[in-house]
């Protein structure tokens, strides 16, 4: 069977999606240190990295943009790759404002933007902000740099999916023409009320502005008067993100651990991604209980415990039982795990792999090495 | 500060990295706060697939509250559910809230407006913590069974962010009384979840830094979910490692107790670190060798609870 790491071979881009402390950003670094030990200009684009892994990578001192993470580093941890390994954080204001600067037809109209409040909130806070700057970033490192392949660590979303639909409905609000209509500040007067109210909803008008006070609707109004003339662009984008994520050279790669959520949020990303024809390269399944004893064999008692361990001169008080006692639980934990991804593991076509529960924590590249050869 | 009980605050919100078990702690109190005699409700927001009631091992109760256990309610707070409570409650009448609500380009407005859904649903929480029935407050206790860390302060933050930026009016209002409500320490506190492991402590450190900091709550108390037993000494781990090389029964024996040894090591190093930079009242849950998680686990975090209600790290 190949791996997660042949299935992404042939790939451009992998995009890493799963539950909340699965082991997501590690499961995407060692990706991309694997093609990059393997020859291959790679980039690892992660959310929200563990410190100390974010300073193996050299990420601390990032903003928005790629750094490659030093020769010298890797050398440390006895690594001597054929490619290179590239690392950014993503900042989540910092590319809806570089999107805008873009976008935006004048200077004039790109400051209205930024500086409008709706916008400054939406831009940090609005649900799918960042699952929707995740994709445009993504689209933009694909296109215009030469990386033969980039990993994408994906947010942790409240609900996996939205990941998906996000820049759909952040489009969807940017591009609603009616609402841009009814909201755009009357000439002169700048009263968007009379407008609504012209349009023949004159207590729908009323009784709205009695639920968030005029002075919101008319900095929405304002906010989608800005984003008119720029939306085509951003619509155009977002077709070709989707586009892009539906390619073969794209692979999604599912990341869950056995805990029953995660496993239940991998399950709905495949039957979605199936539904929507995108590709799945593979899943990585971590912190798994690993299988000491044949099921079929009896586990042992303290009592046959007792001999070998006064044979190899181990003699604690009850050393026996509570070892026997530690094996037990150990299996019956191992599996249960096994038994709750059995679904998981029948529909998902693509490569696996299972990755035992690390002892201690993948905090450097050595243990993202080390992860590696497990992928 | 007068030591207030846990449970003696009006609403208690749980929350912590995604994954450490705050769901299960939230039950485990309701429980526990259920057998002083209180009734009390837990609020799940948004939940794609309900986990408390059936935790309780009851039916999930859906968008509106519903007895899970005697004395022990339930709700999954929707934006789409608490929208119309919310609407209904401003508008007082129900066909003014169906002419304006049932609008598409109204709704397409409540939904856009940045933090609108997040301020409906914690109104509907916090409006139930308000709430009275006959002159006495409809629950004794309210928990807030709260999305992961980041998601959790968006939430939060949303009444402060909307006294920052919107003018006088009725969201403003709202928004006012709602971060009284969240900031007063006498009837709010939140409890931290965590794991003894690397991540999550690090992630419970910080939002112990956002919640005192940004959003201006008391913190009430850390519960380090999960802890493994410390079964063997220190060099009883290191005999073994040398062990776990011989041939079955004993070789897999001693792999299974070195690997147990060093979770409960690295544990009790995060424990020590989360201690150390959180002066926290702290309760310890043991890790509980359970498969399916569901009423009988749910008590047993209950009892390890009640044996070993938070103390003072530093007394």
């Known amino acids: ?375 | 500060m007068a030591s207030l009980g846990l449970l003696d605050r009006r609403l208690l919100v749980v929350t912590g990295k995604g994954g450490v078990g705050k769901t299960t702690v939230c039950a485990a109190l309701a429980l526990l706060a259920a057998r002083a005699g209180k009734r009390v409700l837990v609020c799940e927001v948004n939940a794609t697939r309900e986990r408390v009631a059936p935790l309780l091992g009851a039916p999930a109760s859906g968008p509106f509250v519903r007895e899970a256990l005697p004395g022990i309610f339930t709700v999954n707070v929707t934006p789409h559910e608490a929208m119309r409570e919310y609407g209904l409650m401003v508008l007082k009448f129900r066909t003014i809230y169906e002419a304006v609500f049932e609008n598409r380009l109204v709704r397409y407005f409540l939904r856009m407006v940045p933090g609108l859904a997040e301020l409906v649903m914690l109104g509907k929480v916090l409006h139930e913590v308000r709430a009275e029935d006959g002159g006495r407050p409809r629950w004794d206790l309210v928990l807030l069974d709260a999305p992961a860390t980041g998601h959790a302060v968006q939430l939060l933050r949303v009444p402060s962010a909307l006294v920052d930026t919107v003018p006088a009016g009725p969201l403003r209002h709202d928004a006012e009384w709602m971060q009284a409500l969240l900031v007063d320490p006498a009837r709010t506190g939140v409890a931290l979840v965590t794991l003894p492991e690397e991540m999550p402590v690090n992630e419970v450190i910080e939002l112990d830094g956002l919640v005192r900091g940004e959003l201006g709550m008391a913190v009430a108390a850390l519960v380090v979910n999960a802890m493994p037993p410390a079964r063997f000494d220190a060099r009883e781990a290191a005999e073994l490692a040398r062990l776990a090389a011989a041939p079955p029964p004993l070789g897999p024996a001693a792999e299974a107790g070195r690997i147990q040894a060093l979770r409960a090591e690295a544990a009790g190093r995060y424990l020590v670190r989360a201690r150390a930079a959180l002066d926290l009242p702290t309760t310890v849950l043991p890790l509980l060798p359970v498969v399916e998680w569901g009423p009988a686990a749910v008590g047993e975090i209950a009892a390890a609870l009640a044996a070993a209600p938070p103390a003072e790290a530093r007394p």
């Not at chain 1, 809806?96 to 400051?111: G, I, N, T």
């Not at chain 1, 008119?228 to 662009?233: A, I, K, L, S, T």
């Not at chain 1, 899943?283 to 798994?288: A, E, H, M, W």
């Not at chain 1, 190899?312 to 150990?330: F, I, N, V």
Request: aromatic share 4%; glycine share 10%.
């Open chain 1, 1 to 375: 069977m190949t791996t997660v790491r042949e299935s992404l071979g042939g790939r451009r881009v992998a995009v890493c999606v799963g539950a909340g402390g699965v082991g997501k950003t590690t499961a995407a670094a060692a990706l991309a240190l694997s093609r990059a030990l393997e020859g291959g200009k790679v980039l690892v684009c992660t959310i929200d990295p563990a410190r100390r892994l974010a300073n193996a990578l050299g990420l601390a001192t990032l903003g928005n943009v790629e750094s490659r993470v030093p020769e010298h580093k890797l050398a440390e941890a006895g690594l001597r790759p054929r490619g290179e390994l590239w690392a950014m954080m993503l900042d989540v204001k910092r590319t809806w404002d570089d999107l805008v600067a873009r976008h935006a037809p004048d200077p004039a109209r790109r400051e209205r933007i930024l500086r409008n409040r709706l916008y400054q909130q939406m831009s940090a806070a609005l649900a799918g902000s960042q699952e929707y700057m995740a994709m445009e970033k993504l689209y933009e490192l694909a296109t215009d740099r030469d990386y033969d392949l980039i990993v994408l660590d994906t947010p942790p979303t409240a609900h996996a999916l939205d990941f998906l639909d996000a820049p759909d409905r952040i489009l969807d609000f940017l591009g609603n023409e009616t609402a841009r209509a009814l909201l755009a500040p009357a000439l002169g007067a700048g009263r968007f009320g009379l407008r609504l109210a012209q349009l023949g909803g004159g207590y729908v008008a009323k009784t709205l502005a009695r639920f968030t006070g005029q002075q919101v609707l008319s900095d929405l109004g304002d906010f989608l008067q800005g984003f008119q003339g720029m939306y085509d662009g951003f619509k155009e984008r977002a077709g070709e993100v989707r586009a892009m994520l539906a390619r073969p050279e794209t692979g999604f790669v599912l990341v869950a651990s056995p805990a029953a959520a995660a496993i239940e949020e991998a399950l709905a990303f495949h039957e979605r991604l199936h539904a929507e024809s995108m590709p799945v390269a593979g899943l990585v399944v971590n912190r798994l209980t690993p299988d000491l004893w044949p099921a079929a064999t009896p586990l042992p008692g303290a009592a046959e415990l007792a001999a070998p361990l006064a044979a190899a001169a181990a003699s604690a008080p009850d050393l026996g039982a509570r070892l026997a006692a530690t094996l037990a639980e150990h299996q019956a934990m191992a599996a249960a795990e096994r038994r709750s991804l059995a679904g998981l593991l029948a529909r998902v076509g693509a490569a696996h792999a299972l990755v035992p529960r690390l002892e201690g924590d993948v905090h450097d590249l050595a243990g993202l090495a080390r992860m590696a050869d497990r992928l």
